[in-house]
């Protein structure tokens, strides 16, 4: 073969890929966050796996690249959403339902619900035994939740006082409240000498902290909300607007990851010590899986209870009127609340 055809194929062979790389057809992009904590496990389960990406290979959509981050608290999620820095995210209820209501109308900043998450109870934790009830906590108590004012624990603690102590006094124990993310939390208040007094978490966390003998449980947050969805998957509307083949394929992926996690407990519980770099053993967290108060579903439950009390006292100003306006019309059908 000559020198000049060689010259030739090579440029050929060089062109064709430049065509390739810069042509109509760019790989997509999703970028994808989720939290610390069980709660999160589907969105681990997805990003270990692949499974966004092989759901979108089976739709035709061979080249999707998925950026995962871990982002805890609804301010930080928020906060990175409205500065373009994520495109999807797992969230608490609350925090979801606060930029929805805030972000309404406003082009390039609203936000949609894809699905619901997880649901689970919730464990308010405290080290000091004088502490047995709401009514106990007083000036100077630190409550560490993941972020003050817009957080699930936030908020469920919220709807837990204004139980206890009626609607008109739902803040009172807001001021007593430290945003802490819960890993660092439970270190706070396992330690001798903390000046952290309470910690209202989450599993595995909340399971951890009361193994320790100097801890006891407060209130369990299914005597408050019942087995509600308590995290939901959102995004940016405009980029579920732009990219409808890429939500198809995160719901398709999600609800496969669901039922790895059903069918597959003990993997799943594997996964997720290996992915959090948990030092909770795989058969403690097989048996959190295994409360029935653990439920991991698309199906939206229970966040009308959460948007009308948060309507109600002035954390939102948009009250949506039924849970369908919420989310995309992909889950529309199935029997949410």
């Known amino acids: 073969m000559t020198a000049t055809r060689v010259t030739a194929r090579w440029l050929a062979a060089l062109l064709a890929a430049f065509a390739h790389f810069t042509g ?20 681990m389960v997805m990003q270990s796996q692949g499974l966004i990406e092989k759901q979108a290979r089976a739709m035709g959509v061979p080249d999707v690249r998925v950026r995962w981050t871990v982002l805890d608290g609804g301010n930080l999620i928020s906060d990175a959403m409205l500065a373009g820095n994520l495109d999807v995210a797992g969230i608490g209820v609350p925090g979801f339902l606060t930029l929805w209501s805030k972000a309404r109308g406003i082009p390039r900043s609203e936000v949609v619900g894809i699905s619901a998450l997880s649901s689970a109870a919730l464990s308010l934790d405290t080290n000091r035994s004088r502490i047995r009830n709401l009514a106990d906590f007083r000036r100077g108590d630190r409550i560490a939740i993941p972020g003050v004012r817009t957080s699930l624990e936030s908020v469920a603690l919220e709807m837990a006082a204004a139980k206890v102590f009626g609607v008109e006094h739902y803040d009172r124990l807001d ?67 732009k990219n409808p083949r890429l939500i198809t394929a995160f719901l398709a992926a999600q609800r496969q990851a669901d039922a790895y996690i059903e069918q597959n407990p003990r993997a799943a519980a594997e996964l997720y010590v290996r992915v959090s770099h948990s030092k909770l053993s795989v058969g403690m967290v097989e048996r959190m899986l295994a409360d029935p108060s653990m439920k991991f579903s698309t199906t939206p439950v229970g966040v009308m209870d959460f948007a009308r009390f948060m309507s109600r006292v002035g954390e939102i100003q948009v009250k949506p009127t039924r849970w ?14």
């Open 175 to 241: 001021s007593l409240t430290v945003s802490m993310p819960h890993p660092k939390a439970v270190g706070a208040l396992l330690s001798p000498g903390s000046r952290i007094d309470a910690h209202f978490a989450s599993p595995p966390f909340s399971y951890e902290e009361l193994q320790n003998p100097r801890v006891h449980r407060i209130l369990d947050s299914t005597d408050v909300l019942g087995h509600a969805t308590l995290d939901v998957v959102f995004a940016a509307k405009h980029f579920v607007e």
């Open 324 to 337: 369908t306006d919420l989310f995309v019309p992909e889950i529309q059908g199935e029997h949410g609340s």
């Open 24 to 43: 109509g057809s760019p790989p997509e992009t999703i970028r994808v966050s989720h939290g610390y904590g069980l709660l999160y496990l589907p969105l």
